[in-house]
């Protein structure tokens, strides 16, 4: 019960923002933005998904060739692409996909490939915690319950670099902090810098999405705000970020959309934050398609399906 309870609680939030949001901005103001948005919206949108895809594939590979195993770039952008489509199937299996990769290919242990993977996870996330301080700063009509969730995430960030510093032998002693821990702050700091990419590329695409509909943001207010957008997203309150990031959007960026009434501005913003979710999720379902065409990728799936219930690794938890 408790398994289903996160997933309930995260469609609820979202299925309730969205509701807020539709009642307060009118669908046929939104319908309108639509038609009005630049032809070119959706293949720059759908270009700059792939290259987000890219990136994140690049950083991925550095990560796991300095800590866990060597791999190829074809490799990681095919099981990367993979993970896309096997998530939409199985979640447990999409999370788990290159973590069975590299224990099939390298012979990495289960435990030691997940801690590569909450490594990856955990500098996502510091990237977007350092860029969304900065935006606080620029940005103080921030709710307030947002700083408090901040203040909390630093709180955990201190007590996690004085564990990495100390290398308590409770922790070290236990294989699923083995890479955690092994990486040290440097290797941290590493894990950040082919970060870059990944998290501009992102930026990139949220800013072409808004200027396709009129929405011209100041560089400056871009890179300060969005993060703040992408840390909401990836908080487990609801699904894949729906809802909240589209409340945020708006009020960070309705101010700069061209629109007669307030209502047609939000309307904008709310349907280029709506059209690139779709095109993301649609290009990620193909790249996963093409992915999984790969005899590597139908491996992958046959050993993730195979070894499941061998070990028992529940990689939900792990989220």
């Known amino acids: ?13 979202t299925v309730a923002i969205l509701a807020h949001l539709f009642w307060k901005i009118p669908l046929a103001d939104v319908w309108d933005a639509m038609h009005r948005m630049a032809w070119w919206a959706i293949p720059a949108n759908a270009l700059i ?13 550095k990560t796991f060739g300095w800590f866990v195993a060597p791999l190829s770039y074809g490799e990681v952008l095919i099981v990367r692409g993979a993970t896309y489509l096997l998530a939409l199937v199985n979640y447990t299996v999409g999370q788990g996909a290159i973590i069975y ?29 350092t860029l969304a301080t900065i935006g606080l700063v620029a940005a103080p009509e921030v709710a307030a319950w947002l700083r408090t969730v901040l203040l909390v995430a630093y709180g955990g960030l201190v007590v ?25 702050l440097g290797g941290h700091l590493r894990s950040m810098l082919v970060r870059v990419p990944h998290i501009f590329t992102l930026l990139a695409l949220s800013w072409v999405s808004m200027a396709a509909f ?5 560089v400056g207010k871009a890179v300060l705000c ?7 997203t990836v908080l487990p309150i609801s699904v894949q970020g729906l809802g909240p990031t589209q409340e945020l959007m708006i009020k960070f960026f309705a101010v700069y959309a061209a629109g007669a009434t307030a209502g047609e501005r939000e309307a904008a913003v709310l349907a280029a934050s709506l059209l690139t979710q779709v095109v993301a999720n649609v290009i990620q379902f193909c790249v996963g398609l093409l992915c999984m065409r790969s005899r590597l990728a139908r491996g992958l799936w046959q050993a993730n399906r195979a070894a499941a219930p061998e070990d028992g690794t529940n990689l939900q938890e792990t989220r």
């Open 101 to 129: 990769f590299v224990n099939r290919t390298r012979q990495v242990p289960i435990l030691r490939g997940t801690a590569a993977v909450l490594l990856v996870m955990g500098i996502n996330v510091l990237m977007l915690l």
């Open 49 to 61: 998904v792939l290259a987000v895809y890219l990136a994140d594939s690049f950083a991925i590979q």
């Open 160 to 184: 996690y670099i004085v564990l990495l510093a100390l290398r308590p032998r409770w922790l070290a002693n236990r294989p699923i902090f083995d890479v955690l821990l092994s990486a040290g």
């Open 214 to 218: 009129g929405v011209v943001l100041p």
């Open 226 to 232: 969005l993060p703040i957008v992408y840390f909401v």
């Open 1 to 13: 019960m408790r398994k289903k309870l996160g997933p309930i609680l995260a469609w609820t939030g």
